[in-house]
């Protein structure tokens, strides 16, 4: 009997241990992403509280810790960040505009028991599409991505579907309906598509541009700010990586930021859809 009330004490200790080390909270991800914030800012990884087994990705290739840009310090205009307590990851936008080299940045960290367990940045520069670090700075700033009241958000699911119908409907089929949103507008490296902040403009394409597949998508999801950042890539799993960040207001697109890592350094070319017979 008293074998048996032991182990049931071990088996009901360790349970609770392993919920300790599992639980994430949104402090947690706020922390784990602040300290990225400033490893950037100083060049100094180890602000960074990083599991022994820590991974590291740029551009969607692994690296080790010592090659990212995440070593070099870089004079932050502007940074925001989302969490996902759900799935225990969070993404900041990061823009650098001063220091000689101005980047846009895109970086998810992977959280557990508030060690993180992967970093894994898109670096963008010059030579990435539409990039211009000073008007991405520009329009970012000057948008609201502020906490939405409860009545404004919408669920988890129907923010990853908002990424989905947005590739679906841009890149292969006109029949998918998103919820296009008004006022709404979309910054793509620096092009900004309402840039006179028309109360009734939308980020509508016309679409679909061509058949070309998204593929290897990945999300981090913020009901709170109404966000979903979809990771993914051009066409196969060697194509342009690339991130999405989708703001939805009541259900409808308000804002859509993308980072496109363009890794030939050959003009990137939408293809066109063909002619109706």
């Known amino acids: 009997m008293i074998r048996a009330i032991v182990s049931i004490t071990i088996l009901l200790s360790s349970a609770s241990l392993l919920r300790a080390q599992t639980e994430c909270t949104r402090p947690m991800l706020q922390a784990a992403a ?3 914030i400033a490893a950037q800012q100083t060049g100094n990884l180890s602000k960074i509280s990083l599991d022994p087994k820590a991974k590291f990705f740029e551009n969607m290739s692994e690296i080790t810790k010592e090659k990212g840009l ?10 925001r960040s989302f969490y996902d307590v759900g799935r225990c990851k969070t993404f900041s936008e990061v823009i650098v505009t001063e220091g000689g080299h101005p980047y846009v940045i895109g970086t998810r960290l992977k959280v557990a028991g ?3 367990t992967e970093i894994d940045s898109l670096v963008t520069d010059q030579n990435d599409w539409l990039f ?45 309906r998103p919820p296009w949103g008004t006022p709404c507008a979309r910054l793509e490296g620096g092009a900004y598509t309402n840039a006179k902040n028309e109360p009734r403009d939308t980020c ?7 058949e070309l597949f998204m593929v290897n998508r990945t999300y981090v999801v913020d009901e709170e700010m109404g966000v979903v950042n979809v990771y993914c890539r051009f066409g196969n799993n060697t194509g342009m990586p690339d991130a999405h960040t989708f703001r939805l207001v009541n259900g409808r697109y308000r804002f859509i930021h993308t980072l496109s890592v363009n890794l030939t350094d050959k003009p990137v070319v939408v293809p066109k859809t063909p002619p109706k017979q």
């Open 34 to 36: 602040q300290s990225y």
């Open 204 to 210: 509508q394409i016309d679409g679909p541009l061509g």
């Open 70 to 79: 995440w070593n070099t310090a870089l004079p932050i205009a502007l940074q």
């Open 114 to 116: 508030g060690k993180v």
């Open 132 to 176: 211009n670090a000073q008007d991405y700075l520009k329009y970012s700033k000057a948008e609201d991505w502020s906490v939405l009241p409860v009545d404004a958000r919408v669920s988890r699911q129907d923010l990853i579907d908002a990424g989905n119908q947005y590739f679906d409907f841009v890149f292969l089929d006109k029949g998918i």
